[in-house]
């Protein structure tokens, strides 16, 4: 006996934040204890933030390493995690490709936030 064929299923997709607009996302993410607040990853190097409500039109940076990443292809910024406890442990882990002189170098960094989550400093890897 043959299996049955499952039912045909339909599926529509829509634009959450029609208002924003990012250069070669790479994912998103939600920080823990901070439920308004969505960032947005982008393999050149950036995260931003904005409001977690459809209507938002207005992203801010969260942490810019751009002149840090080798980009583009398979490279670049790979990833983003938040400490369980953040923003109260200010830490996040990035994940990313760059140069170390002349050679190519897989790094995890960890940036701390200084101003209650709001963003990362750079300078704190």
Do not use: W
């Amino acid at each position: 006996m043959r299996p049955r064929r499952p039912a045909c299923v339909t599926l529509a997709v829509s634009r959450v934040f029609p208002a924003l607009s990012f250069a070669s996302p790479l994912g998103m993410l939600q920080a823990p204890g901070t439920p308004t607040a969505g960032s947005s990853s982008s393999r050149p190097g950036g995260f931003k933030v904005f409001a977690n409500q459809a209507g938002a039109s207005a992203a801010s940076d969260f942490l810019d390493i751009s002149g840090r990443i080798a980009c583009c292809g398979e490279m670049g910024l790979l990833g983003l995690a938040f400490h369980p406890q953040f923003p109260s442990d200010p830490r996040v882990y990035v994940s990313y490709t760059g140069y170390e002189g002349a050679q190519l170098v897989s790094r995890l960094a960890e940036y701390q936030s200084s101003d209650g989550g709001a963003t990362l400093d750079p300078a704190a890897s």
